[in-house]
């Protein structure tokens, strides 16, 4: 629903005949969100006063009832950006389903895509109650289980995730669905929704999540935001679903007013100013503007992947050096390992070091040799030329021999100081416990997040620092401008190949970057005796 160029999408459809407003009920509620305590920052021990829209919600879902005075919302769907204080009212939430919902013996579950995410509205609905004596009083704590107890009314409140398959058989009285974009499949929501609360009088779900990284379009959470954009947009009567929306979904991103229609606590619990910072990165990385309209603008993606770093870098950063300038010296392999499809490369990366003020890179490539002419034509490059220039080696068959790479290695053994040998642990396990034989250190690097975004940002910035250089080899130039990134919730990168339109373009190989960043991961620790104070200097890159 767009209204004046607005995307602030808010619906609530009351049941017809048989419903009514009551103000007791709203109110019960509000005062008890508002009893408890922030937990967050500067506002710590101040009281939990609702935000106008926070209010609404409590409102509008506490105080509709039916002729008995029983709820008739059961399902509360709130998509909203990060930092607009989500966790502290799903803890207000839990809370008030735990102590004061009249619930004898109920059952209030937090579930996540994991133990860590569930905890975090747990862990802030702890928080509260030991700044309320009352609730503190009357509640028994289990924190190895992630679980707190009224003992009043034997109502416990406990956290769930989807690591933890065996959730059959509950009887929920409350459910506070956190971060639903999160989840891997839809297996935890089925079993948390499918029965689980039949036995209830007013069960309830709370869902309050980010928009989903979902381009595809297949998510549990994508399935949910069509059901509650359609309530909203009047396309379903369903009185049992309370669906807010708050997002920018136009491309004038960069409009402040636009910031405050998708984020409702602006210059309340998020500053104008944490916007703005992360406006001026989205706005000189594609990588950032994909993740400022997911984050910032609760815009759910319609593509997958963005583009690393402008190839004028890597042509900007050629060295004028032989490879025998380095003979001797210590440096990192990195291994890029395949059999048929992608080429298969290494890297040596050479940390500055006595007599190597900088950083250097070099390469080496293989192909097999019976598919090439087939990948020429179908990949769009030159195998053969670059073969004929030594940056590539066929080898013969229809897979990759890994023989040849092994002598290659050990060629280089006899030339270079090899401290380790870094490659991905899932592939070629036989060729890498050879190199182990053959005495050299061999580290696995597995291809996640976590391992891969600090050996890329480090390369950016020698790159963009003039502090590192390579061969000037048109295979891993080619790599390097077929690179893109995808990137998580956390600001967290990997590579991935280049994007074509919502899906990779196999024809795309960045085999020779691969292996870079592979030896980066371990190469960027390097310390040598003589150089140790100095190789930690900012101005070294390091």
Known sequence: MKRFGLFILFFLFLLGGGSMFSEAHAQRAITFFESLKHTKGRFYGQPFKLLDWEKQIVRDVYGTVDERGKRII???????????????????????????????NGEVYGCAADRSQASIVFDVAVDMIDQVPALKKRTKLQLSKKRLIDKVTGTFYQVLSAEAYTKHGLNLS???????????NRDLWD????????????PIWWIITTAGDDPDRVSICWEQHEYARRIIAGEIVDPTWYAVIYSYDGDDIYNEENWKK???????????????????????????????????????????????????LFHSTNGSWGRAEMIGMDCYMGLDL???????ALALVFPPQPGLSEWRVIWEGWIPEENMQDRIRRDKVPYDQWAAQGWITPTPGNVVDYTRIRDKILEFKALYN???????PAFATMLLQELQQEGLTVVGIPQTFVQLTDPMNQIEVLLKEKKISHEPNPVAAWCFGNTS?????????????????????????IDYVAAWVIAMARARYYQNEDLSAKILDPEWGM
């Open 338 to 344: 395949s059999s048929t499809t992608d080429l298969t």
């Open 485 to 509: 990134i995808a990137k998580n919730g956390s600001g967290l990168i990997k590579y991935v190949k280049e994007n074509k339109g919502k899906s990779l373009d196999r024809t795309k190989r």
């Open 262 to 312: 998708a984020n409702p606590s602006l210059g309340v619990t998020i500053q104008i100013d944490t916007i703005r910072e992360a406006a001026m990165k989205a706005k000189e990385r594609p990588a950032d503007e994909r993740l400022f309209r997911w984050l910032r603008l609760n815009q759910w993606p319609t593509y997958k992947l963005t583009s690393w770093l402008p190839l004028e």
């Open 191 to 202: 079993v948390m929704t499918f029965g689980a609360g039949d036995a209830r009088e007013q």
């Open 174 to 184: 409350a459910c506070i669905f956190d971060e639903l974009h999160a989840q891997p």
């Open 418 to 424: 090899i401290k380790e040998v870094d490659a991905d």
């Open 74 to 104: 059961k399902y509360v769907y709130i998509e909203i950006p990060k930092k607009n204080g989500k966790s502290e009212l799903a803890a207000a939430a839990g809370l008030y389903h735990t102590f004061a919902d009249r619930e004898i």
